[in-house]
């Protein structure tokens, strides 16, 4: 079920990514896959700055899309 509900999430993050960094998505099948991504990378960096967004499906939403966000904006760094 744990696998189901980080897809699920991660996809959401990831298109959520894509819309707000305009020009920086790749499509939505990646950008879903930079969602999955993202969540990590978001935890991640959330718990080592000690931040704490909100708890729930909303907050692991967030999070993933934050952590898209910031993928994104390096691989569109990265592809110019």
């Given at each position: 079920?744990?696998?189901?509900?980080?897809?699920?999430?991660?996809?959401?993050?990831?298109?959520?990514?894509?819309?707000?960094?305009?020009g920086?998505?790749?499509?939505?099948?990646?950008?879903?896959?930079?969602?999955?991504?993202?969540?990590?990378?978001?935890?991640?960096?959330?718990?080592?700055?000690?931040?704490?967004?909100?708890?729930?499906?909303?907050?692991?939403?967030?999070?993933?899309?934050?952590?898209?966000?910031?993928?994104?904006?390096?691989?569109?760094?990265?592809?110019?």
């Open positions: 079920m744990s696998l189901l509900y980080s897809l699920l999430i991660g996809g959401i993050a990831g298109w959520l990514a894509g819309k707000l960094m305009k920086g998505g790749f499509g939505v099948l990646f950008n879903i896959v930079i969602g999955i991504i993202g969540g990590f990378v978001g935890n991640w960096l959330f718990a080592k700055l000690g931040i704490s967004i909100m708890n729930g499906i909303v907050g692991d939403i967030l999070t993933g899309a934050i952590g898209a966000s910031i993928i994104l904006f390096i691989a569109g760094l990265l592809k110019k």
